[in-house]
Nanobody, 119 residues
Framework: QVQLVESGGGLVQAGGSLRLSCAASGRTLSSYTMGWFRQAPGKEREFVAV???YYASSVKGRFTISRDNAKNTVYLQMNSLKPEDTAVYYC?????????????????WGQGTQVTVSS
C-alpha cells in the first residue's frame, strides 16, 4: 500500500506560479497511475490532471503534471494561476494501467495541500 503526502501549497497572487509535490512511501510510484484532483469550498472534488498527460479543460495549457521515479515523487506545476484555482489539491494513485478523471478510479489519496490565489 502506498502513502502519499502533498506539499508546496500556499498563497499566491493571480498570474503567479506554484509547484505542488506528492511524495510516496511504501511502494514505488511507477506501480501506479498518478493523478491530481482539487476541491474548492462548497464544491465537489474535481479532476485536474493524470500522468498519462490528460488535463481538465479548466487547467489545460497552464498546469503540467510530471513524475520523478528516482525521487518517487509526482509534481503539478501550476502557472498563470487564477482565483478560481483556489482549492485543496490532492494527489491520488490508481492501480489501473490507464486511469482517467473519475474519483472512483483512484484507491489511494494524500491529505491535501491548500492553494489560495488572490486577485
Amino acid at each position: 500500500q502506498v502513502q502519499l503526502v502533498e506539499s508546496g501549497g500556499g498563497l499566491v497572487q493571480a498570474g503567479g506560479s506554484l509547484r505542488l509535490s506528492c511524495a510516496a512511501s511504501g511502494r514505488t510510484l511507477s506501480s501506479y497511475t498518478m493523478g491530481w484532483f482539487r476541491q474548492a469550498p462548497g464544491k465537489e472534488r474535481e479532476f485536474v490532471a493524470v500522468i498519462s498527460v490528460y488535463y481538465a479543460s479548466s487547467v489545460k495549457g497552464r498546469f503540467t503534471i510530471s513524475r520523478d521515479n528516482a525521487k518517487n515523487t509526482v509534481y503539478l506545476q501550476m502557472n498563470s494561476l487564477k482565483p478560481e484555482d483556489t482549492a485543496v489539491y490532492y494527489c491520488a494513485a490508481s492501480t489501473k494501467v490507464v486511469a482517467g478523471s473519475r474519483i472512483d478510479e483512484y484507491a489511494y489519496w494524500g491529505q491535501g495541500t491548500q492553494v489560495t490565489v488572490s486577485s
